[in-house]
């Protein structure tokens, strides 16, 4: 089987929604600090972005997680590689990821870092996949809502390939 990738949703169209997206947040915020817990290795590309369009004071800290393995589908166990290094509890809190698929690692990482008592605890995603959605989660920043097809590229991989796409597209498997 030969693996190729349709484009989906291009660099500029991407962009230019991140750009619409810290608008918002700007708009939400104002100039309290915010804290970015960037969910790894999917959510760099889309973090570095969207941070640099936010005009409030802004940190960042990274963890890393992971339910798919190298798989297409959600093994149903979430693994936590890397947790936060930096406290949290007091913070506005901006969780980014690059999809939410399940919503069950969402869950997971919600439940989690309230548990440290941030000020507030808010989602960001580039990529929101609801025909998937097993969990009851909020998300308030979407980027772009999307069909139920395998996306990599802008950080989403396939078996830690296509990362470095400067656009979203779709894998599919065709014959050689």
Do not use: W
């Not at 809502?145 to 078996?159: C, K």
């Amino acid at each position: 089987m030969k693996e190729v990738v349709v484009k989906r949703i291009d660099e500029v169209a991407i962009i230019k929604r991140i750009a619409e997206l810290a608008e918002q947040i700007n708009s939400d915020y104002g100039d309290k600090k915010l804290h970015l817990a960037c969910v790894l290795k999917g959510g760099v590309y889309f973090a570095c972005e969207l941070s640099k369009h936010l005009t409030m004071p802004v940190t960042i800290d990274f963890m890393s997680l992971s339910s798919y393995g190298d798989g297409m589908t959600s093994q149903g166990v979430i693994r936590m590689d890397q947790d936060l290094t930096m406290n949290i509890a007091g913070k506005d809190v901006l969780l980014v990821e690059d999809i939410i698929d399940s919503g069950r690692t969402l869950f997971y990482v919600e439940n989690m870092l309230n548990k440290r008592e941030p000020n507030s605890l808010t989602v960001c995603t580039l990529l929101d996949k609801k025909a998937r959605r097993e969990a009851d989660v909020e998300i308030k920043y979407v980027g772009f809502e999307i069909e139920d097809y395998f996306a990599v590229g802008y950080g989403l991989d396939y078996a830690q390939k296509y990362r470095n796409l400067p656009y979203v597209g779709e894998l599919q498997f065709k014959e050689d």
